[in-house]
């Protein structure tokens, strides 16, 4: 930790300019070296104007602008020194070997974060929430990540780890002062009702993270029906392309085509399978074969009918297959018809899908909301909380076993050591490294 790190801190390809970050002790010294000025005065949170300058040949190497941050309002909470020299990618690594060469050592990946969370500026979440916003891909990503790195998760739990807290000093105080108290009359009143208040508050976070995990990854959604009912003229209106081919011949789609599309921030992975029918054909009945396996992992499945036309028994098997997922039925061909049926006519030849991006709107509203409100982010923190909830309704299973509170204790420590390891303060090393080496080399 003591040593003073240095990197890249933008991409390492030509543009504009480079940043050279250095963190630690030594930073302001060892970029002093290097600088045509007096860097060892500069203001903290000052810019200054001047050359990169190689200490052994006194050889002016760039034209730069040297940003100090002088601990501990910084980043890592150490000094960080940032040098901003020309973009190209010989010079920026010129400059980063002379910091080299004068006594910082390559940072590894994510290790200034690291040195963040590590000098306790953030918290894990917070160091995810960064590693998110770097990754983000739209508007969700980034809105879920700034909540993160505000510290929402932190915010969300802190209440719950006070709940566990409590509990855990009034069995102590009945384990220290056995006299004191009522055992049987304190588990009652308060143990077990906060126990399992605790209980549903852990569920409504769960499923705040169901619908938050839907808006960051998007919902897997399988177009299904018979042949010919126009699957892959629905996907191309939606997608508003021609991704996937069309024809008037039974078993055109053989294999599926894939395309995404953004309904009010909300992704859909929309999957064209080959229609389902029985059929001695090799590669279609494989393609068909695939087709039952998108149902089986799709979170959504759009049943194509052919409105003008009545359903046989075909359309009625694919029904009762789609029936165990979230589902929508889609009358397609309205154009052909004179009467229009109960339920989401649409006419994919022309583009006419408006009944249906209304009903996955309706679908999906409730999630939309979720994204302004705090949530767990990924499947680390989850998993955690899960193994919390666990632990608790062990707790309470003993509880009502009529265990000693000293038993029951245990698996409410638990619960708490679960809760403070989202945040990163019960951090195993190995884990730490995992997670770190997910970033990107210079954050
Ligand atoms: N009149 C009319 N014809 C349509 C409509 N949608 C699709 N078709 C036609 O129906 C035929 C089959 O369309 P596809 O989109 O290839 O149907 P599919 O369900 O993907 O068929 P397979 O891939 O063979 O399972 C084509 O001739 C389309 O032009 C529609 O809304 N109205
Ligand atoms: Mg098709």
Redesign the pocket.
């Known amino acids: 930790m003591k040593d003073t790190i240095v990197a890249i801190a933008t991409a390492f390809q030509e543009g504009a300019i480079s940043i050279i970050r250095l963190s630690g002790d030594q930073a302001l010294l060892i970029a002093d070296s290097l600088f045509s000025k007096d860097l060892m005065h500069a203001k903290s949170h000052t810019i200054t104007y001047g050359y990169i300058k190689d200490p052994l040949t006194q050889e002016l190497v760039d034209e730069v602008l040297v940003s100090v941050f002088l601990a501990p309002k910084t980043f890592t909470r150490e000094n960080i020194v940032e040098i901003h020299c020309h973009g190209g990618t010989f010079i920026t690594k010129k400059v980063l070997r002379l910091c080299l060469a004068n006594g910082a050592r390559l940072a590894e990946k994510g290790e200034f974060t690291r040195r963040a969370f590590l000098n306790g500026r953030i918290d894990l979440t917070q160091a995810e929430a960064i590693h998110d916003m770097i990754m983000a891909q739209n508007d969700v990503h980034t809105k879920m990540a700034m909540q993160g790195i505000k510290g929402s998760v932190r915010r969300l739990l802190e209440p719950l780890i006070q709940d566990v807290l409590d509990i855990i000093a009034n069995i102590e105080v009945n384990i220290d002062y056995p006299e004191y108290d009522d055992v049987v009359q304190l588990t009652n009143t308060m143990i077990l009702p906060t126990a399992k208040q605790w209980v549903e508050k852990i569920d409504a976070i769960l499923q705040q993270a169901e619908s938050g995990k839907v808006l960051k990854e998007g919902i897997k959604t399988a177009i299904v029906?018979?042949?010919?009912?126009?699957?892959?003229?629905?996907?191309?209106a939606l997608l508003e392309e021609e991704k996937?081919?069309?024809?008037?011949?039974?078993?055109?789609?053989?294999d599926l085509v894939e395309g995404s599309i953004v309904l009010h921030g909300i992704t859909l992975h929309l999957i064209?399978t080959?229609?389902i029918r029985d059929t001695e054909d090799k590669v279609e009945k494989i393609g068909i074969q695939r087709s039952r396996k998108a149902i089986e992992e799709a979170q959504l499945v759009i049943v194509?009918l052919d409105g003008?036309k009545h359903l046989d028994e075909q359309d009625e098997e694919l029904l009762a297959l789609a029936k165990e997922k979230t589902h929508l039925i889609v009358y397609?061909?309205?154009?052909?018809v004179q009467k229009k049926r109960d339920g989401i006519s649409?006419?994919?030849?022309?583009g006419?899908i408006d009944g249906l991006m209304q009903a996955l709107q309706e679908l999906y509203a409730s999630h939309k909301l979720v994204v302004d409100t705090p949530l767990l982010a990924n499947e680390r923190q989850i998993a955690l909380i899960l193994r919390a909830k666990k632990a608790m309704q062990q707790a309470i299973e003993a509880m009502h076993q009529g265990f000693e509170l000293d038993l029951v204790e245990i698996d409410i420590q638990d619960a708490y050591m679960s809760l403070k390891e989202i945040l990163g303060e019960a951090h195993r090393e190995d884990l730490l490294d995992t997670l770190f080496t997910n970033f990107c080399l210079g954050k």
């Open positions: 029906g018979k042949p010919n009912v126009g699957k892959s003229s629905l996907l191309n996937a081919i069309v024809s008037d011949v039974e078993g055109t789609t053989r064209d080959a229609g194509v003008s397609n061909k309205a154009d052909l649409v006419c994919a030849k022309h006419e």
